[in-house]
C-alpha cells in the first residue's frame, strides 16, 4: 500500500509564475488535508478537502492560492502570482475519515526566485 | 501565546539514554494527540496517536497525556542515532482534522 504521494519533490518558481502542487491519498483514503511548514516553523493547516468538496479553507490565504479534489486524480493545491514569501515546504497528508489519524506524504519544496 | 509549546532544542543525548520530549498546549479541547518524527528534508511520520489522558506504549516509544496540566511527553527508550531527527507534537479538539502542531524538538543521539 503506497503511501501519500506528492510530486514534484521540488519545484522552483519565478515571481509571478503559478505554481500546481499535487498529491495522491493512500489508497482508500478520501480526505485530504495541505500543510505549509516554513522554516523553523511547525505546520501551519492551510485546507481540508474531500473529494469534490473543499470542507475547510480557513487556514488558506485569501488571495492567489486555491485547491481542489476532484472525482478523479490528485488533490491539486494552486498559487498564483507566486511571491518569494510562498517559498516553503508543502505537505500533503490523507486520513480514511476525518476524525482518524493523518499520514503525510514527502512534501513538495517550493522555492521562489 | 501559542496554543502548542515545544522547545526546540537541539536536545543531545548518548546512545542508549532515554530521552524525554515534551508539549504543553492552552486549548483544553484538545482531545487527540499525537507525534510526528520528521527527518531533514523528508514528510512527517506518525509515531504515536492517543486520546484523551492515560499511557501508550509501542516498542521503545512511550506518550503520555496529562490533560489536567495541559502536557504531553514522549519517551524513547534505549536511543539510537537513528532517532536523530525533529519530534513535532500535534493536537486537535475532537470533531475537527485541523492538527495543531508544535514547532518540533531537534533530537541529535550520538554513537
Known amino acids: 500500500n503506497a503511501g501519500v504521494m506528492q510530486n514534484p519533490r521540488h519545484l522552483v518558481r519565478r515571481r509571478g509564475q503559478e505554481a500546481r502542487l499535487r498529491c495522491s491519498p493512500m489508497?482508500?483514503?478520501?480526505?485530504v488535508y495541505w500543510y505549509r511548514q516554513l522554516p523553523e516553523e511547525g505546520l501551519k493547516f492551510m485546507v481540508y478537502?474531500?473529494?469534490?468538496?473543499?470542507?475547510?479553507e480557513s487556514g488558506m490565504p485569501k488571495e492567489r492560492f486555491s485547491a481542489e479534489f476532484p472525482k478523479e486524480g490528485p488533490s491539486i493545491l494552486r498559487i498564483q502570482q507566486v511571491v518569494r514569501g510562498d517559498s516553503a515546504a508543502y505537505f500533503c497528508?490523507?486520513?480514511?475519515?476525518?476524525?482518524?489519524?493523518?499520514?503525510f506524504g514527502q512534501g513538495t519544496r517550493l522555492t521562489v526566485v | 501565546q501559542k496554543e502548542v509549546e515545544q522547545d526546540p532544542g537541539p536536545l543531545s543525548v548518548p546512545e542508549g539514554a532515554i530521552v524525554s520530549l515534551n508539549c504543553t498546549y492552552s486549548?483544553?479541547?484538545?482531545?487527540?494527540f499525537m507525534w510526528y518524527r520528521q527527518y531533514s528534508r523528508k514528510g512527517p511520520e506518525l509515531l504515536m496517536y492517543?486520546?484523551?489522558?492515560g499511557n501508550k506504549e509501542d516498542g521503545r516509544f512511550t506518550a503520555q497525556v496529562d490533560k489536567s496540566s495541559k502536557y504531553i511527553s514522549l519517551f524513547i527508550r534505549d536511543s539510537q542515532p537513528s532517532d536523530s531527527a525533529t519530534y513535532l507534537c500535534?493536537?486537535?479538539?475532537?470533531?475537527?482534522?485541523?492538527?495543531?502542531f508544535g514547532t518540533g524538538t531537534r533530537l541529535k543521539v550520538l554513537a
Open positions: 486549548n483544553s479541547a484538545f482531545q487527540y
Open positions: 492517543t486520546y484523551s489522558s
Open positions: 497528508a490523507s486520513s480514511p475519515t476525518g476524525d482518524t489519524e493523518a499520514f
Open positions: 500535534a493536537m486537535s479538539p475532537p470533531g475537527t482534522y485541523k492538527y495543531i
Open positions: 478537502l474531500q473529494k469534490e468538496n473543499i470542507i475547510d
Open positions: 489508497k482508500g483514503h478520501s480526505h
